[in-house]
């Protein structure tokens, strides 16, 4: 049976739905808990001192080098036949070469990063839940896989081009809920506890959704087997208050440095790869050792001029750094945890996926 989409005025934008009466709504739910820091505010990078940006880059440099995101490796997990299977899902009109086949590989990686993470595991009786989900296109690629499986698609905004209408067609169990992922609550939606394990394959969470699923998946796994899947991304927009790596960030770096880091991490996407020369790393080191013997060369009239290879790098390092965090957060909650290097920084800067699992009770 086709699980109903709810009623057009429950979805639509034009309208607002009072979701606080449904049993999947409970406040807050996946928020982390309050922090005794609090009130930190983001300031522009423009209205830190030169000394302060020298500062923090070093600190970034001397442990991004040591994340345990760069123990990840790039391994080749899109084929031009993995690409084949899935071309009935390209939308029409959509050829091989534009935008449609670069969204198309990181979905294939995704996938298939996925289903090496869990080894000999199938998904047999899993529920996947998207959260997040924007159009649905992630579950639509792993329903290609899986079509057996109940789908739950979670976002606060309506999206056009939505694969509902693909669910549909394919007589897929589905629900699209319309609400935020923060007061999204799992163990509310009936159909769920039919399932033994629960799979949540995110893409494009920024900032804050990213903890807020994580606390999502513990909660999940207070019941069940759990898998999480996310490409991480948009570390400029993280928040204190939701960041779930606090712990782990204060051993190394101070609370007001927080927003200074993430407004630095932006960095790592701001240069088209092509025009560095990342491919040589010797070139690269020449611009560190430079940078740590004497800053100010860097220094012109009253801005902290960088090469762009090394702006990029600590950029790089400062995703490392909130990476690490939210790794720590579900390692202490007792998930297998990994980071994966899905498709090449070519393809996507924003190339770095998180993997946890946990057996249920």
């Not at 031009?80 to 070469?97: C, N, S, V």
């Not at 935008?99 to 298939?112: F, I």
């Not at 992630?138 to 789908?151: A, R, T, V």
């Not at 204060?250 to 993430?262: A, D, G, I, K």
Request: proline residues 3%.
């Amino acid at each position: 049976a086709v699980v109903s989409t709810q009623s057009t005025g429950k979805v639509c934008n034009a309208k607002k739905y009072d979701y606080t009466s449904q049993p999947y709504y409970k406040q807050d739910i996946n928020v982390v808990a309050p922090h005794n820091i609090t009130g930190l505010k983001r300031r522009p990078l423009n209205s830190i001192t030169i000394g302060t940006l020298i500062s923090i880059s070093k600190q970034l440099i001397n442990y991004g080098t040591k994340s345990r995101v760069c123990e990840t490796k790039l391994t080749d997990k899109v084929s031009e036949t993995d690409i084949d299977q899935y071309r009935p899902l390209f939308q029409k009109g959509e050829t091989a070469g534009n935008s449609a086949l670069k969204h198309a590989t990181q979905q294939v990686a995704l996938v298939n990063t996925l289903a090496e993470f869990q080894e000999q595991e199938d998904f047999n009786d899993t529920c996947f839940v998207e959260l997040g989900a924007g159009s649905g296109k992630m579950s639509q690629w792993f329903h290609h896989k899986h079509s057996d499986s109940f789908f739950v698609l979670v976002d606060k905004q309506m999206c056009r081009k939505k694969a509902d209408g693909y669910f549909k067609k394919q007589k897929t169990n589905f629900l699209r809920l319309k609400m935020d992922i923060k007061d999204f609550n799992l163990s509310g939606v009936g159909e769920v506890s039919q399932y033994k394990k629960v799979c949540f394959p995110c893409k494009h969470l920024c900032g804050g959704a990213t903890d807020m699923a994580l606390v999502a998946a513990n909660h999940s796994a207070e019941l069940r087997d759990t898998t999480l899947l996310i490409a991480l991304c948009c570390h400029h927009l993280c928040n204190w208050e939701l960041y779930a790596g606090k712990e782990h960030f204060l051993r190394y770096f101070s609370p007001e440095q927080f927003f200074m880091l993430s407004s630095v991490s932006a960095w790592a996407t701001c240069f088209k790869l092509e025009d560095l020369e990342l491919g040589n790393p010797e070139v690269l080191k020449e611009s560190l050792a430079k940078f740590e013997n004497d800053p100010t060369c860097f220094i012109q009239g009253k801005k902290l001029v960088l090469d762009r290879a090394l702006q990029w790098f600590i950029g790089r390092c400062a995703k490392n750094v909130l990476n690490d965090g939210r790794a720590k957060f579900m390692l202490d909650c007792g998930f297998r945890v990994e980071f994966c290097e899905y498709v090449d920084v070519a393809v996507s800067p924003e190339n770095i996926a998180l993997l946890c699992y946990k057996s249920g009770p």
